[in-house]
């Protein structure tokens, strides 16, 4: 069984910055990519942030220049930080990862349960 666990989300005004942090646990082999979805009320979710296992990444041209995804693979956790918030970032946050949990068992995608960002003054 494999859990994402998301943390880090609130409220902040604009201009403003928050750190969103998940962590996977559980029966893990090995993470391919990981990635943050964000999801607004009455939209569909869309792909904000994605880093691969070898570092790459790729993000929402309307976070570029913003929000910055890193990850620790040594504590399978990957990171979101996200700065000059607009009101338009205002969404739940998900955390997605590609895992495996054993070495002849195919990678499936696992997500987190989501955390609030709410920005506003």
């Known amino acids: 069984q494999v859990q994402l666990v998301e943390s880090g989300g609130g409220l902040v005004q604009p201009g403003g910055s928050l750190r969103l942090s998940c962590a996977a646990s559980g029966s893990i082999f090995s993470i391919n990519a990981m990635g943050w ?8 979710r869309e ?8 570092g790459s990444t790729n993000y929402a041209d309307s976070v570029k220049g913003r929000f910055t995804i890193s990850r620790d693979n040594a504590k399978n956790t990957v990171y979101l930080q996200m700065n000059s918030l607009e009101p338009e970032d205002t969404a739940v946050y998900y955390c997605q990862g590609i895992i495996s949990e054993t070495p002849i068992a195919t990678f499936r995608i696992y997500w987190g349960q989501g955390t609030q960002v709410t920005v506003s003054s």
């Open 37 to 44: 979805y964000r999801q607004a009320p009455g939209k569909q």
């Open 47 to 54: 792909l904000v942030a994605r880093i691969t296992s070898g």
